[in-house]
Structure formats: C-alpha cells, structure tokens
C-alpha cells in the first residue's frame, strides 16, 4: 500500500498560482502513477491530470490544460500540481491519488490510493 498527504493549499486571489505537493510513504513510489483530482462543492469529481511512474507520460483535463502543470520528483516520493492564473471556479478541494497502472496505459485507470484533500479558495 501506499499512503499519500497532500498539501500547498490556501486562500489565493485570482489570477495567482499555487503549488500542491503530494508526498507518499509505504510501497515503492515509482510502482504508481499519481492523479490529482478536485472536487467542488454540489459537483462532481474531476480528474486533472495524471503522471506516469518516471514522469515522461502526463495528461490533463481540457479545463486546466495550459494553466496547471504535473509533474513529480521520485527522489523525494512526491507529485506536484502547479496552478497558475487561478481562477474563482477552480475553488475545490484538492487530492491525489496513485494507481498500479503505473505506466497510464489505460485512459481510465483505476485509482486505488487517496489522500485526505488540500483546499483550494479563489477569490475574485
């Protein structure tokens, strides 16, 4: 198994960037991709974007491509989502989540493993 915590939200104005960190402990990092997800509230949750095992293979959402990068460090066991030109509608709680299908091959991977959530305020 493989536990994840993430971290780097806040209250941010729009227009602003922040950086979410994603750190895991427990089974071998580089056995799973990681996802990070949002959910707003009375909506339902959206996937974001994903990243590989190394990190070579990433994929977004359309309402976030451009704007949020994914990317990941094995070395400290963590995944980053840097948001940048933050907009009111992407306030939500953040997570991460990993899945065995480390290498994405599949477009709908089943994501096992989440984190407790970081919350993300954009205010106009």
């Known amino acids: 198994q493989v536990q994840l915590v993430e971290s780097g939200g806040g209250l941010v104005q729009a227009g602003a960037s922040l950086r979410l960190s994603c750190t895991a402990s427990?089974?071998?990092?580089?056995?799973?991709?990681i996802g990070w997800f949002r959910q707003a509230p009375g909506k339902e949750r959206e996937r974001l974007a994903r990243?590989?095992?190394?990190?070579?293979?990433?994929d977004y959402a359309d309402s976030v491509k451009g704007r949020f990068t994914i990317s990941r460090d094995n070395a400290k066991n963590t995944v980053y989502l840097q948001m940048n030109v933050l907009k009111p509608e992407d306030t939500a709680d953040y997570y991460c989540?990993?899945?065995?299908?480390?290498?994405?091959?599949?477009?709908?991977?089943?994501?096992?493993?989440w984190g407790q959530g970081t919350q993300v305020t954009v205010s106009t």
């Open positions: 989540a990993a899945t065995t299908d480390r290498t994405l091959a599949s477009l709908r991977s089943h994501f096992d493993y």
């Open positions: 427990g089974r071998a990092f580089t056995a799973y991709a």
């Open positions: 990243i590989n095992w190394s990190g070579s293979k990433t």
